[in-house]
């Protein structure tokens, strides 16, 4: 997925996208999957449309939208404070103007973010780790990262590093069924590090392309969940010193600031390398993508949008934002 906008300096520092971004052929466009993020801001149209001046009120109203997306009080309070300064220097005039200025804005916010994963192919294989709290679509994302990867004519195998429930390697072994890659498993009560090890080795003797490993919820607060995970890490490192190449942490777009408190607790615990933001298809929550930006600054690798294995999209900032708040030529 790439996207084209022709730029134009919007007079505040910004520059504001004035064209939709062009999205693959066949796919679901996004703005269907983000709907009611989309609803929860869309109410800055009509508040836009209607106001006769600026004025504090206004800029209020804007910022309590914002914060019932939930964007949080830290973005939104730069955002805010950017259009002020912008107001306030005379570059911003009318109402109707705030709202490419918004846009915009909202654009600079999740920009840095936007970094694709690419997988190093001479890594033998490239190493992904999964990692988060409990029910917030690791699993799920795996597989429906294994149906791209394979899509792409790479070669896949899942390590099923989730030994606390049978059905998890159940879970993950049925993803693997339907996508005909090997799932490495052992019976239940195995040691998540051992699983990996095991995977890693058969993994690099097959020269499989990517390797993805489950791991089970956990919370930062359980230490010696963590210190399972640095053991992961540790063993992974007797077989390839670079791995895991990726450590992805996912957050649940439902759960809102949690998510933001997750991510900065997990990123003080474990270095992670990027994250998966899913469940944004069933929120009104999604305002959580800027907040993450812009207090993790950490790469958005991926969005989940639904449940199936093409529910997946890389992060891409200028498709998110014209989903979420689209300017008037995009309505
Ligand atoms: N609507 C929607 N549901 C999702 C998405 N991603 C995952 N789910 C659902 O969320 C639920 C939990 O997903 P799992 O993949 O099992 O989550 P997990 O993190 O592996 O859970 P644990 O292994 O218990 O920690 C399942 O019902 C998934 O179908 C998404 O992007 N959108
Ligand atoms: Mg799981």
Redesign the pocket.
Known sequence: MFSIFRRKKSGHGVEAQTRRPIEDSGVDPLENRLGRTRSSLSHLFGLLQRAEAIDESLIEEIETTLLMADLGVSATTALIDRLRLAVDQGLITTPQALLPAVQAELYALIEPCEAFLTVDTEKKPFVIL?V?????????????LARRYLDEGLSVMLAAG?TF?AA?VE?LKSWGEQNGVPVVAQDGGADSAAVIFDALHSATAREVDVLIC?T???LHTQGHLMKELEKVARVMQKVDPSAPHETLL?V?AGTGQNALQQAKEFNQAIPLSGLVV?????TARGGVVFALASELEKPIRF?????SAK??RPFDAGTFVHAVLPVAEDQ
Do not use: P, S, Y
């Not at 988060?132 to 429906?144: D, L, R």
């Not at 899913?278 to 069933?282: E, F, M, P």
């Open positions: 999964m988060g709290v409990n029910g917030v679509g690791k699993t799920t994302t795996i597989g429906k989730d429930r998890a879970q489950d089970a919820g956990r996912v649940d899913t469940k944004l298809d069933g969005i989940g949008v639904g449940e529910d997946l």
